[in-house]
């Protein structure tokens, strides 16, 4: 006969893993002002609104500031990966302002959760 403390351990111990364990998370990435050429001191932006949690882009040619509205702008330099924070709290634009005075070619990828 199998005692009562041995069957509440193994059931605890059984939910304890299932409970523990990552779950995946599912994201999907669009591209945004990819490969454009951006006017010095201009910006470009998602033409539709879309629900996002991130976005990422970088300046061929001078740096860029990137960000998800109403969120602040992150800035780096040429060729310099800026990620944005994460979030995002209803539909929105994400855009990328060109901070340099000539032009520069721009690339721009946001992720919405699936």
């Not at 990552?22 to 998602?46: H, I, L, M």
């Not at 991130?54 to 509205?69: L, N, S």
């Not at 602040?72 to 209803?90: I, K, S």
Request: aromatic letters at 14%; glycine letters at 8%.
């Amino acid at each position: 006969m199998v005692s009562l403390s041995v069957v509440a351990v193994a059931l605890f111990a059984a939910l304890t893993l299932q409970l523990g364990s990552p779950t995946k998370a599912n994201a999907a990435e669009f591209q945004f002002c990819y490969g454009v050429n951006v006017a010095g001191w201009s910006y470009c932006e998602t033409n539709t609104s879309h629900w996002m949690d991130q976005a990422y882009a970088w300046g061929e040619e001078g740096g860029i500031c990137v960000a998800v509205r109403p969120n602040p702008q992150v800035c780096g330099g040429a060729n310099q990966g800026v990620y944005t924070a994460l979030e995002a709290y209803e539909p929105t634009y994400a855009f990328i302002s060109n901070s340099v005075d000539h032009t520069n070619r721009v690339h721009g990828f946001y992720l919405t959760p699936e």
